[in-house]
């Protein structure tokens, strides 16, 4: 099985500010990854897939890379409602899997 | 618009079964992969099954593989998790999703329900 592991798995921000989360592949899964966004008590939200590509609907601030092994959310000029905690998820085999996520706090 | 809408969730024994349904409206059930995500209280996302949108392809996560099955009527645009010997680490909100798009998995699960609650407690 991939696993991924994203780091950091808190991080503390203030309204403004540019965060990056990283999730790495025990192995090489090509562009395969997904991006959501996750607050208590609602559906996850996609807003990344194939590691690069915004999905409809979501704020240009937000921005994935990355290809492999390792890849990067980023998230720019952090707005209130961006405080939530994020996965990154692979597609490449089954099972499917999800990194262990990143709670983004305000400072 | 779109979307997907879970009920099932409950109360159940240890060792019971349910069956959670996922009802789907705003798109062409028929052409889209299927998944059922949960979380559990305190974790993080974990996937569950997928299936191919003609219910022909069924893949599973170690955890479940052989208790849960995964199922769908596209006469109904309905999706279904049979969930058997139930166990206490088997509480969780389950969470119904769509691919993102149609024919691959690859890119995602671009639609998801509300969620449906799972308690296995005697």
């Known amino acids: 099985d991939i696993q991924l592991t994203q780091s950091p798995s808190f991080l503390s921000a203030s309204v403004g500010d540019r965060v990056t989360i990283t999730c790495r592949a025990s192995?090489?899964?090509?562009?395969?990854l997904a991006w959501y966004q996750h607050k208590p008590g609602k559906a996850p939200t996609l807003l990344i897939y194939a590691a690069s590509s915004l999905q409809g609907g979501v704020p240009s601030r937000f921005s994935g890379s990355g290809s492999g092994t390792e890849f990067t959310l980023a998230i720019s000029n952090l707005q209130p409602e961006d405080f939530a905690t994020y996965y990154c998820q692979q597609l490449k085999s089954y099972p499917i899997t999800f990194g262990q996520g990143t709670r983004l706090e305000i400072k | 618009q779109v979307q997907l809408v879970e009920s099932g969730g409950g109360v159940v024994q240890p060792g019971g079964s349910l069956r959670l349904s996922c009802a789907a409206s705003?798109?062409?059930?028929?052409?889209?992969?299927m998944h059922w995500v949960r979380q559990a209280p305190g974790k993080g996302l974990e996937w569950m099954a997928h299936?191919?949108?003609?219910?022909?392809?069924?893949f599973y996560a170690h955890s479940v593989e052989g208790r849960f099955s995964i199922s769908r009527d596209n006469s109904k645009n309905t999706l279904y998790l049979e969930m058997n010997s139930l166990g206490p680490e088997d509480t969780a909100a389950y969470y119904c999703a769509r691919d993102r798009a149609t024919v691959t998995t690859e890119y995602g699960m671009g639609v998801w329900g509300q969620g449906t609650t799972v308690t296995v407690s005697s």
């Open positions: 705003g798109f062409t059930f028929s052409s889209y992969g």
């Open positions: 299936i191919s949108y003609d219910g022909i392809d069924k």
């Open positions: 192995q090489g899964i090509s562009t395969y």
